[in-house]
């Protein structure tokens, strides 16, 4: 017996029984494989076996059942699948510069000392959660005025901006923004 089924049968999956019939090979149908005693056509030219009728196989379908397909076909199909790249990648690269641009801009209008203070401002992240930044009673003002926005990169990176660099960004990369109504 094999690894496999010892192990099924170990875990209480298959019963000794299924084990057993699964190790020996299936039997054969009858008339087939030279059991009859009459030889590969035993005088039966097919007829009778499918009610006086030969069945016709479609000649487009191998044994398989799945349809051939011809080479313009795959050549086609092949276009298609590097146009449907192409196109994907294009997609991509817009938000990659929208991204950039965002990020330069971040860097741009970052407050230069946001002080870690006593107030903790609340705000959602791109991934769903809540936290929190310690800042000085004037950025929690500012934050809470809409004078300072906080925005956040697709990494993860939280900055301090100020409004107007926020309304500017806004305008191209609105993802970027975390408590901002621009």
Not at 86 to 109: K, L, M, S, T
Not at 156 to 173: L, M
């Given at each position: 017996?094999?690894d496999?089924?010892e192990?099924?049968?170990?875990?209480?999956?298959?019963?000794?029984?299924?084990?057993?019939?699964?190790?020996?090979?299936?039997?054969?149908?009858?008339?087939r494989?030279?059991?009859?005693?009459?030889?590969?056509r035993?005088?039966?030219?097919?007829?009778?076996?499918?009610?006086?009728k030969?069945?016709?196989?479609g000649?487009?379908?191998p044994?398989?059942g799945?349809?051939?397909v011809?080479?313009?076909?795959?050549?086609?199909?092949?276009?298609q699948?590097?146009?449907s790249?192409?196109?994907?990648?294009?997609?991509?690269?817009?938000?990659?510069?929208?991204d950039?641009?965002?990020?330069?801009?971040?860097?741009?209008?970052r407050?230069?000392?946001?002080?870690?203070?006593?107030?903790?401002?609340?705000?959602?992240?791109?991934?769903g959660?809540?936290?929190?930044?310690?800042?000085?009673?004037?950025?929690?003002?500012?934050?809470?005025?809409?004078?300072?926005v906080?925005?956040?990169s697709?990494?993860?990176?939280?900055?301090?901006?100020?409004?107007?660099?926020?309304?500017?960004?806004?305008?191209?990369?609105?993802?970027?923004?975390?408590?901002s109504?621009?």
């Amino acid at each position: 017996m094999s690894d496999m089924l010892e192990q099924l049968l170990k875990a209480g999956i298959v019963s000794k029984a299924d084990a057993d019939r699964a190790a020996k090979p299936p039997p054969r149908p009858p008339g087939r494989g030279g059991d009859s005693g009459r030889g590969r056509r035993g005088g039966n030219d097919g007829q009778q076996r499918h009610g006086g009728k030969r069945q016709q196989r479609g000649g487009d379908r191998p044994r398989g059942g799945r349809p051939r397909v011809s080479a313009a076909e795959r050549a086609a199909s092949a276009r298609q699948a590097k146009a449907s790249a192409e196109q994907a990648a294009q997609a991509q690269a817009p938000a990659n510069e929208r991204d950039i641009r965002a990020e330069v801009a971040v860097a741009a209008a970052r407050l230069a000392e946001t002080g870690r203070g006593p107030k903790r401002w609340y705000f959602e992240a791109r991934d769903g959660t809540v936290p929190a930044l310690d800042v000085s009673a004037k950025v929690f003002d500012g934050l809470s005025g809409g004078a300072l926005v906080v925005a956040e990169s697709p990494e993860g990176e939280r900055s301090i901006i100020t409004g107007d660099a926020a309304a500017a960004i806004g305008q191209y990369a609105p993802l970027w923004l975390r408590n901002s109504d621009l």
